[in-house]
């Protein structure tokens, strides 16, 4: 019995084992530093990139938004960040964060020139979509960072790091910023760099842990370790709306919830519902519907329904259209009047 369990320990050691099929911790190193610097060929295609997020969240593009963020040199000073950290590297660390800085910089006024230039300034769904993160968002990019850094110390991680550019999303979130300078809408501006915020800073966690987990040599045991700790301190910051903003979100959800609910239970049992629109913010739902005849006290009876679906606080616009009813006798009728107008009006001819 002892045998077989040290069997499965040691099988399922080999399977988990992270370290079996890394490159050289040198090889690594040399990659991620490569991968920060920021000039030449990397300053253009980051701006090329930016104009293209920007076209494909001004037409409501996943595609073109899906591509710049193939393409960006963009995750590469982030994850020198994190690996940085987790080898004590103060240099790489400096270099890094100047690298981040220029990033946002360049792609903070790319999209803005975009902006200002386009004739086309409508806040499109997917341009909305950067400005109000979640905790959710915030899963993605620590996750995406350890999945990172463990494709990283591997010969063949490029496509992983693709993938990671794509889920993590840190190009649109500038985009929305610099759509928020370009139309003097603060909200986009704080939403849009929050967003880009939190992404980076997670994706750079989940690369320290990765690096830290996978005990690549450090270069100083004690230079940066007060900066650890404000890292942990930020980080712990950054979560804070980021789940405010996700509970919101929840709160909408179960509010959606429950005027579909209310909708499929107690109006279309009745009346023949052809649109409902529910407006989260004002707490109104707008209904249009198919009647007979006219109804005086729809919305009213409508209303009072509301209160055991504990949605009493919301309120209703009723929209009635008049079903035409189909009597062939009535349209005979109709059409022998026309027909004995018809024939005076050539008498008095």
Known sequence: MTSNLAVI?????TVLNLKTDQEAEQITYDEIKSGVIFKGTNFWIMAFAIFI???????????????????????????????????????????????????????????????????YHIATDELLSFSKPTIFDIFLAFIGGMAGMIAISRHDGNRVLVGIAVATACIPPLCTAGYGIATLQWEYILGGLYTYFINALFICLGCYIITRYLKFARFSESNIKHINSYFGV??????????YL?????????????????????????????????????KTLTIDVIVNEYEDNLAKSIEDKLVKHDL???????????????????????QKQLDELKAQLDKLK
């Open 9 to 13: 320990k040691r099988y399922f050691k």
């Open 53 to 119: 997020a920007c076209i494909g969240l001004n037409i409501n593009s996943k595609a073109a938004v899906i591509g710049a963020m193939i393409i960006s040199p963009l995750m590469g000073p982030i994850f020198g960040i994190g690996f940085s950290l987790g080898t004590s590297n103060s240099n790489l660390l400096k270099l890094s964060l100047r690298n981040v800085f220029r990033i946002v910089v360049i792609s903070i006024l790319c999209s803005t020139l975009y902006y200002l230039l386009s004739p």
């Open 234 to 243: 930020l980080a712990f910051i950054a979560i804070l709306p980021a789940l």
């Open 246 to 282: 996700a509970y919101n979100l929840w709160m909408v959800n179960v509010y959606n919830d429950k005027i579909k609910y209310f909708v499929a239970n107690e109006i279309e049992k009745t009346h023949h519902v052809t649109h409902t629109t529910i407006d989260v913010e004002t």
């Open 312 to 334: 009493n606080d919301t309120k209703v616009k009723v929209f009635q259209t008049i079903k035409a009813i189909n009597n062939r006798s009535e349209i005979q009728v109709l």
